[in-house]
């Protein structure tokens, strides 16, 4: 079977690069039949000089245009829901239903509708304009955005299909799509999809570009390249922060998600008022997707004593009894498997699993683990190893002194939950530690898991180093999201009719908020 | 005269440090009285423990005390007017009137008012509201902030007075201030105002310090500490970019401002429009404060032909007639003096001064250069050394193309002008290079000079790489500023009582701005 073609300047076409991959299928350790390129230097960069120019071309297109192209490339997805399942769950394992067919794939296409309707209202612009002295500024569109996708969400985080994908767009910037390489037959029919709705709406070729695979070498070049404005990058933290450390060297935005544990804390009241919901709460959200989520519960925090023992003893029967789901990957298995043994080294007990249970696929025993504080404290950073998986730490405290000094010891994480007594029971403990734990954590929730990202504007889907690489930004939510790849433009005694419409004294649609003279306002600007 | 005391956990202190340092005054070259210390490390990472406990004493204080604080502050500097300014000249150089009294000094004390403004307002924080999902995020404060500040504003952009400084209190974050080693006694004067407005409002300990210099490692160590939430620096390329690795590396953000030659683009039927007015634009614009602004026309491109060269010689004439400014320091002399010899041996020719006319002072004449696009084009990364000071390089170019060419070749800049014939004669030539320029700039002006820069929050004053180091955020301008050290926060499932203020259905004032299912109001948020 040919190898097949990289995505480039509006043309599929055969790669210059000799080196070729295949992907695995993770419920049979079976490679899949294509075999995908890896592109070498000059590849990529016909790449990011076809991204400069569309983003000339498109600079100052209206909004509908983006709008439309990525309206155009829901449909498609939509239409062609059957066929991208299919072959998503070759590549990942994940279950066609409900995860890829009902829940995944509809929240992408939910993402990138958003995203056009953002485009075409023009919120993320905050257009805001002081009259009196003909001072104005409104975000604009950034330039060529590179968006490295992740192997948990083929979806969803794709790099030609995900919200980096969809948020870039909106603000009307070319993206040039990175696959994961365990996915990139799923990635394949997305560029396909996006590249058929570029070329039904018009947009220039380079717009929508996509390789598989570069050197790393390659992959830092790409990064600091000086046609690149921004990336997106989800996924292992080494190779974030090599991409990082490039990006930054040369200040290109670069908004990484690296790890996360998402600390879960159960206070005494909620355990002893609902033990079972708590058991079943975490056992669904620890075990769904077999734990590879990045807000997957990694690390529970509870009070020593009878009632966390009856607590944990449920949850490890619960683990056992459970499926055990296949993992993405090799890579994926192995890192947890590591993981594991780096935990256990540090001092935590084993409660039930770490075993392989199937050698015929990718996966490992549903896990889970123990310290005391004590032990934790003492060498924080260990315990606090990712184990991307079906795998939790529980960490049992004497007092609410210890689930203090715990959260001083957290690095950054994505959430964090705070499960208390419904009658306020818990309330002095959950006064004492919800400040602290905010600082730690870019989501804090109520007695609720962490997994389960709502497509909303009030979404923080970010949060402080290593979690992201800025507590300010969230990779999740329109308008929000949309600023990631942004550039801030003031107009400073611009004449008016070479303003931006957002900008002009007319509201360009009647409808658009903007800030004027420190109020929000439909209206339209007074003239000077 | 005793070393001068440090600002450390609410007590003026002495320094464990054992070198010290004494202020210029580049107006005689001599050694100021004053000795100042350089800070060992054990009294930096004093400071910043500080800091952090009084971040987390002030978390869930009400905005109105940050704002009560910067108030108080502000007319205590204001009452001490003529202190300050006196110290501020005899170490700057900077001529009390009408720049430090009647321009500066008011400046800061209104950027001070407009952040407790904000502060009390609480536009900041973008409360966002899903009343159906009761997930809500805003902004919050991030913890404590080192600000840097640079040699050329020592009030606006001071580390204990500036932008940076007010931006960061009103999102309710204690600060460390370091002082410019050039301005120490100014900086002393604000932090014993600041220190006394301080414990005026009841402020913690830790709130507010000051420390006067460190050595570069500890610099580095300094940013990248873990009480550290985020760092302002504004000053010279190299320290920036040293204290930018650090703090990128562990994923803080730090807002650097690093240089800007700021381009000016004189078309060519405004030349032959209004020659005498460009002329006295750019003379003034370019000599005032002896050219020691971030947002000095260092740049200037336009056509060649004999209205250009009518229009260089009248400015040649201007500049050898015109005083020659005292220079802030021996370093800026000698900088200014090598990046000239840098732009003059890659080829530029000179039009007049760079000569040394008074070597009782820091200063240099006022020099104009000038080189032909080709050239330019050849080398343009040295011909963008950028020459701070009262110095300008001029490109004079065949036609658009080249014009078109050179913005394709400039490094990210604070703004960027352009002038343009007013009957519309030039349009055809501004509507080809405005687009062009527009991504390398932050703020883009027509028919205006760089050189003041509006407190406005329609303001940008911020820009692509290495004018800032990302290009989404501004230093001046609230409420944007304030982003900049703040954190985005979201509430999931959180029980309504425990929500703050700003994300709880009733509005907390009844006219803080709140996004509530994508519309902007000053209403209550829905019941659930």
Known sequence: MATQQVLIDGQWQASKGTETFQATNPANKQPLPETFPVSPWSEIEAALQAAERAARTVRNWPAERFAKFLEAYATKIEQRTDDICRIANLETGLPV???????????????IRQSAAAARDGSW???????????RSCFGPIGPVIVFGPNNFPFAYNGIAGGDFASAVAAGNPVIGKAHSSHPGTTKILAELAHAAAQETEMPPGFVQLIY???????????????TAAIGYTGARTTGLVLKEAADRVGKPIYVELSSINPVFFLSGAIAERRQALVDDFTASCLMATGQFCTNPGLVILPEGPDSEALIKVIAEKFNAAPVGTLLSGGVESNLRAAIVAIRQA??????????????RFCHANTLLRVKADAFLADAEKFQTEAFGNSSLFVTTKNVDQMAAIIDKLEGNLTGSIYSHTGGQDDDAYDRLAPLLR???????????????????????GGPFPATGHPGFTAVGVPAAIHRFAMLQSYDNVRHHRLPPCLQNQNPTGKQWRLIDGQWTQGDAPSA
């Open 213 to 227: 695979r570069t050197s790393h070498k390659d992959g830092t070049r790409m990064v600091s390249h000086h046609c």
């Open 439 to 461: 600082q730690h954590v870019g989501r804090l929730l109520n007695d609720k898991m962490p997994t389960g990202v709502a497509v909303s504007a009030a979404m923080n889907h």
């Open 125 to 135: 612009r905050v257009p805001t304009i002081d009259p009196k002295i003909n001072l």
């Open 347 to 360: 001092g935590a007990d084993l409660v039930c699993g770490d075993t392989s249970p199937d050698a015929s």
């Open 97 to 111: 239903e409900p995860r890829l067919k009902t829940a995944e794939l509809p929240r992408t296409i939910n993402q």
